[in-house]
């Protein structure tokens, strides 16, 4: 599956999702309830994924945690804030260029709306 098909599917199980939870719960509770429905669509999913990087040519082991990876294809950084920050999308993008990846999904679940908290980003 391209990372634009699987875009789609991760974002149609989101807007479920919120559309059954709504907004306001923490963000560890909007990790965890889309991890286990992205499983339940058949996908692989990884939780708190830790992620070795090189700095130096030395390898960090655990430089950072992915909220989620799906299928070893996209990134989600899951988000339950009144607003994001420029900080927010610039730690997707520093996320994908350390694990070499295209596509991450950064989303706010603290939105009325999820399409207004949803944003793809490229590396």
């Known amino acids: 599956m391209s990372e634009k098909d699987l875009s789609f599917r991760i ?12 907004p306001g ?13 992205l499983r339940s669509a058949g996908l692989e999913v990884k939780q708190q994924h830790p992620m070795p990087f090189y700095y130096k040519e030395i390898k960090m082991d655990v430089g950072y945690r992915i909220d989620l990876l799906v299928e070893n294809k ?3 950084e899951v988000k339950s804030l009144e607003n ?18 295209k596509v991450g999904l950064l989303i706010n ?5 999820l399409k207004n908290g949803i944003h793809r980003i490229v590396n």
């Open 25 to 37: 719960l923490l963000e560890s509770t909007y990790e965890n309830a889309l991890a286990y429905d």
């Open 11 to 22: 974002i149609g199980v989101a807007l479920e999702l919120h559309k059954n939870l709504g």
């Open 109 to 113: 679940f603290n939105t009325k709306l």
């Open 74 to 76: 996209i990134i989600i």
């Open 84 to 101: 994001l920050a420029p900080v927010h999308f610039a730690q997707l993008l520093t996320y994908l260029k350390l694990s070499y990846m």
